[in-house]
C-alpha cells in the first residue's frame, strides 16, 4: 500500500544534540514538504522539494537543514536542538489532484 | 500575502445537530482549496479538493462548497466519530505548496 512514513514517533532529547527526523514514501511522488504544528496553531511550512537534490527553505526558519538524495527519502536535521524546537513535525508528499498525504507526524520535546 | 482563516476555533454539537465551518480566504489566484481531517496525535488525512467558485463535494455526511471569498464544510447529522479538526489550505497559482488555517476543533457528543 502507497504510504508515507515518519520515524521517530515520539522523541525527548537534550538540548544541544544533533538530531534526524526521518521521513520515506513509497507513492512516487516528486515533491515533498515539512511542516511544523503547534497545538491550536496552522500548520508553517518549513522545507520542500521538488525532486532529487532540490530542496527550498519555506517561511519558517526552524534552523533545521534537508536533503533529498532519493525520492523517497526526505529527512530534516536539527543540527543543535534547543527547547524552542519542542514541536510537532509533520512530513507530506503531493499529487496534483489529491493534495498532500500526510505522514503521521514525529512529537519532539527537547528538554 | 495568501491568507486562510477558519471559524469558529471550536464547535459543540449533540449528535445529528448539522452545522458549518467556515473557510474564510485570500489569494493571488486559487489553483485549488482543500480540505482535511487531523485526529489528535495523527497528521492531516484528505478529504476535499475544489477547485473554482460554484463547485461542490460530498462525502458520507460531509459536503465542501466553494465561493470567490471563502468555502465552507457542512456536516449533516453527525455523529461522535465525527470528532476532530479540520482544516482548510489553499494552494495560490504558480506556488507548489499550501497556506493552512489554524484550524476547527469539532466534538461531536452522543
Known amino acids: 500500500e502507497a504510504d508515507i512514513y515518519q520515524t521517530p514517533r515520539y522523541l525527548v532529547i537534550g538540548t544541544g544534540k544533533k538530531i534526524t527526523l526521518e521521513c520515506s514514501q513509497t507513492m512516487g511522488h516528486d515533491k515533498m514538504y515539512w511542516y511544523q504544528q503547534d497545538p491550536g496553531m496552522e500548520l508553517h511550512l518549513i522545507h520542500y522539494?521538488?525532486?532529487?537534490?532540490?530542496?527550498e527553505k519555506g517561511d519558517l526558519s526552524s534552523e533545521s537543514t534537508v536533503s533529498r538524495i532519493r525520492t523517497e527519502h526526505f529527512p530534516l536535521t536539527l543540527e543543535s536542538a534547543r527547547p524552542s524546537h519542542t514541536s510537532q513535525y509533520l512530513c507530506?508528499?503531493?499529487?496534483?489532484?489529491?493534495?498532500?498525504?500526510f505522514g503521521s507526524g514525529t512529537r519532539l520535546t527537547v528538554v | 500575502e495568501d491568507q486562510v482563516t477558519q471559524s469558529p476555533e471550536a464547535l459543540r454539537l449533540q449528535e445529528g445537530e448539522s452545522s458549518s465551518l467556515n473557510c474564510s480566504y485570500t489569494v493571488s489566484g486559487l489553483r485549488g482549496l482543500f480540505w482535511y481531517r487531523q485526529d489528535p496525535g495523527k497528521g492531516p488525512e484528505f478529504l476535499f479538493t475544489l477547485y473554482s467558485a460554484g463547485e461542490e463535494k460530498e462525502k458520507e455526511r460531509l459536503k465542501a462548497t466553494l465561493t470567490k471569498k471563502e468555502s465552507f464544510l457542512h456536516i449533516t447529522a453527525p455523529k461522535p466519530e465525527d470528532s476532530a479538526t479540520y482544516l482548510c489550505?489553499?494552494?495560490?497559482?504558480?506556488?507548489?505548496?499550501?497556506?493552512f488555517g489554524a484550524g476547527t476543533r469539532l466534538t461531536v457528543k452522543p
Open positions: 489550505a489553499v494552494q495560490a497559482s504558480g506556488k507548489n505548496d499550501m497556506r
Open positions: 522539494s521538488y525532486g532529487v537534490n532540490s530542496t
Open positions: 507530506a508528499s503531493s499529487d496534483i489532484r489529491y493534495g498532500y498525504t
